[in-house]
């Protein structure tokens, strides 16, 4: 049996030390990537910017400073126009006027995390509201190596195979 917590824990740990270096959204999924930007070619031939990690964020969330929230995913809802202008003001409050880089990390046994950033930010990540919905993932882009997901508040167990 797999301790959700542990698992979690040790798979985001390698965002310790790393800067946010963009953030944007598909929709009203929130998409960090982490660690230097490069270019990469996905499967389907696209050439695209990311970082060395990125963090694909479609449950709740929050971003507070010093303890106060700052957005939430309501930052991203509504139409295309105004979740564009919420990715844009999220990427200049953690990648433009940071750098912020990622300092700890504390899991949950429910699937959710909290990830302490520096400038005093922390993202927390709530999962398991959806049951049987996907609430996030970890990957490098265009590594080809599985996509670590939890859904529904469990890791899928594909990601472990």
Same mark, same amino acid.
């Given at each position: 049996?797999?301790?959700?917590?542990?698992?979690?824990?040790?798979?985001?740990? #390698? %965002?310790? +030390?790393? @800067?946010?270096? &963009?953030?944007?959204? $598909?929709?009203?999924?929130?998409?960090?990537?982490?660690?230097?930007?490069?270019?990469?070619?996905?499967?389907?031939?696209?050439?695209?910017?990311?970082?060395?990690?990125?963090?694909?964020?479609?449950?709740?969330?929050?971003?507070?400073?010093?303890?106060?929230?700052?957005?939430?995913?309501? #930052? %991203?809802? +509504?139409? @295309?126009?105004? &979740?564009?202008?919420? $990715?844009?003001?999220?990427?200049?409050?953690?990648?433009?006027?940071?750098?912020?880089?990622?300092?700890?990390?504390?899991?949950?046994?429910?699937?959710?995390?909290?990830?302490?950033?520096?400038?005093?930010?922390?993202?927390?990540?709530?999962?398991?509201?959806?049951?049987?919905?996907?609430?996030?993932?970890?990957?490098?882009?265009?590594?080809?190596?599985?996509?670590?997901?939890?859904?529904?508040?469990?890791?899928?167990?594909?990601?472990?195979?």
């Amino acid at each position: 049996m797999t301790d959700t917590k542990s698992e979690i824990t040790q798979r985001l740990s #390698v %965002l310790i +030390g790393l @800067d946010v270096s &963009a953030v944007s959204h $598909a929709a009203d999924m929130l998409t960090i990537h982490f660690g230097p930007q490069k270019q990469y070619t996905t499967r389907r031939g696209a050439v695209l910017q990311g970082g060395t990690w990125a963090l694909h964020v479609q449950c709740q969330w929050q971003i507070a400073r010093a303890g106060v929230v700052v957005a939430t995913q309501a #930052v %991203l809802a +509504g139409s @295309d126009d105004a &979740a564009h202008r919420g $990715a844009t003001w999220l990427n200049r409050l953690l990648v433009t006027d940071g750098p912020t880089i990622v300092k700890s990390l504390s899991a949950t046994e429910f699937g959710g995390f909290q990830l302490e950033m520096a400038n005093s930010f922390c993202l927390e990540v709530v999962a398991g509201t959806m049951p049987d919905e996907e609430d996030w993932r970890l990957f490098e882009p265009g590594s080809g190596i599985k996509h670590f997901v939890v859904e529904g508040g469990n890791i899928d167990p594909w990601s472990l195979s």
